[in-house]
């Protein structure tokens, strides 16, 4: 995925994507994909929350991530919160 907007990763809300990590594969679930200056799309600055039913706890970091349909991108995530079954993650795009 070259250049990835907002636009790019909104087909693929609910999409598991799948970094190489130690250990093995981990797969990141896209929950929510947002503008963040209010307007419904855009690719300038815009928000992605991922969930991870992980035991492990991340740190901050680029992600090397794959989908099968959008591709590989490299994006820096940031762990935010913890979900019922795992951590969430978020990707800030400025």
């Known amino acids: 995925m070259e250049n990835p907007g907002l636009r790019s990763f909104l087909p693929h809300v609910h999409d598991a994507f799948v970094a190489i990590r130690e250990g093995g594969e981990v797969q990141f679930v896209l929950v929510e994909a ?12 815009f928000s992605l929350i ?14 090397r991530l794959e989908h099968p349909v ?9 762990p935010v919160g913890r979900h019922k ?10």
């Open 34 to 45: 947002s503008a963040l200056d209010g307007s419904a799309t855009t690719d300038k600055s």
């Open 85 to 94: 079954s795992g951590f969430v993650y978020q990707a800030i795009f400025n």
């Open 70 to 78: 959008a591709g590989e991108c490299e994006i820096f995530l940031v």
């Open 50 to 63: 991922f969930h991870s039913q992980s035991p492990t706890l991340f740190p901050q970091d680029i992600f």
